[in-house]
């Protein structure tokens, strides 16, 4: 009986509201429809958890389960973010009814629409993919790209920023590296045991291909910083060496990257900061903190930078 009447004065107050904006003559038909019945579906909402007596006891808590509720029940993000507007703009008419002092549908937004992404490796597959034995008769072409490699999966490195890396941007002793991402914005990284170990077998022998005056951590045959375009036919022909049917993308291993140490540390902020992301919604699609924070979730999380596997060092 009590929950009853509680159900009543919400539906009551809802109501009211449309009745206030149905006067006020600012809402087609049509949209006080649309407002009518998404506040239905907060009221059904609430009245399955109940979690709310009356509309003051609605909280920030609250307010953002709605989204994440509807969204599992397959609304869209556009149909989601209709509805948070339409709470938005009853806890306005409920605050100037002095029914309420807050509004805590403001700064809710709705879930982003899902991106496609490229394939994930798995762990054994990237072992597969970087399992090369470097020695002194091994081709200087083949150093480099296994270089490339552990370095693109080691640290996150869009194509990009891996093909303008040049050799002062690895302390070795840090053991991390300076990137230039986008927007010219300057990030710190690590850099794991297996890519460290890499990156200075390939520079042992990048006097073989680097012309004198040439900064490029990697060049090609020519002596010259590698291109973008010949990092990605690198890397394809790496793939189809090592027997994968799939054509392997720059960003395949980013992404393996950044799923692999989230599923590893569950520490999104710190994924986030590694990936140069400025807003953590994209971060998100792969499911500040201070450098030394990252380095201990990147060392204890990232399947290929444990201490004592192949450190040369």
């Known amino acids: 009986m009590e929950n009853s009447k509680r159900l009543s004065e919400l539906v009551d107050s809802i109501e009211r509201f449309i009745d206030a904006i149905g006067k006020a003559g600012r809402y087609s038909d049509n949209s006080i429809q649309a407002f009518h019945q998404d506040l239905m579906i907060l009221e059904r909402f609430l009245g399955e958890r ?5 509309w003051e006891e609605v909280n920030d808590s609250m307010a953002r389960a709605f989204p994440a509720r509807l969204f599992q029940r397959g609304h869209s993000p ?40 490229p ?19 091994t081709a200087v072409n083949i150093v480099r790209d296994r270089a490339i ?7 996150g490195l869009r194509l990009s920023e891996l093909a303008s890396l040049d050799i002062d941007t690895i302390d070795f002793a840090e053991s991390q590296i ?18 460290r170990t ?12 680097a012309n004198q005056d040439e900064r490029a951590l990697f060049v090609n045959f020519r002596g010259v910083r590698l291109s973008v375009r010949g990092i990605q036919t690198r890397l394809a022909e790496w793939a189809k060496r090592k027997g994968f049917t799939q054509h392997l993308h720059p960003h395949a291993l980013r992404h393996s990257f950044a ?16 990936l140069g992301h400025s807003d953590i919604s994209t971060t998100q699609i792969y499911t500040h903190l201070d450098f030394q924070h990252l380095a201990k979730v990147f060392d204890g999380a ?11 060092e």
């Open 50 to 54: 109940e979690s709310a007596a009356v």
């Open 302 to 312: 990232h399947p290929r930078a444990k201490k004592g596997v192949a450190d040369s």
């Open 149 to 155: 490699i552990e370095l693109f999966y080691s640290s």
């Open 78 to 117: 556009r149909s989601i973010g209709r509805m948070l507007s339409s709470c938005r703009k009853f806890f306005d008419y409920l605050i100037n009814e002095n029914v309420v002092k807050s509004n805590p549908f403001v700064g809710i937004s709705a879930p982003k629409a899902a991106q496609k992404l």
């Open 119 to 137: 394939n994930t490796l798995s762990v054994d597959d990237l072992s597969t993919l970087l399992d090369e034995n470097i020695d002194a008769d």
């Open 178 to 195: 300076r990137v230039t991402g986008k927007g010219n914005k300057e990030r710190i990284v690590p850099v794991g045991t297996m890519a």
């Open 198 to 209: 890499a990156v200075k077998d390939w520079l042992e022998r990048r006097s073989e291909y």
């Open 259 to 274: 799923s692999h140490l989230l599923e590893s540390s569950g520490d999104l902020r710190a994924v986030q900061e590694m």
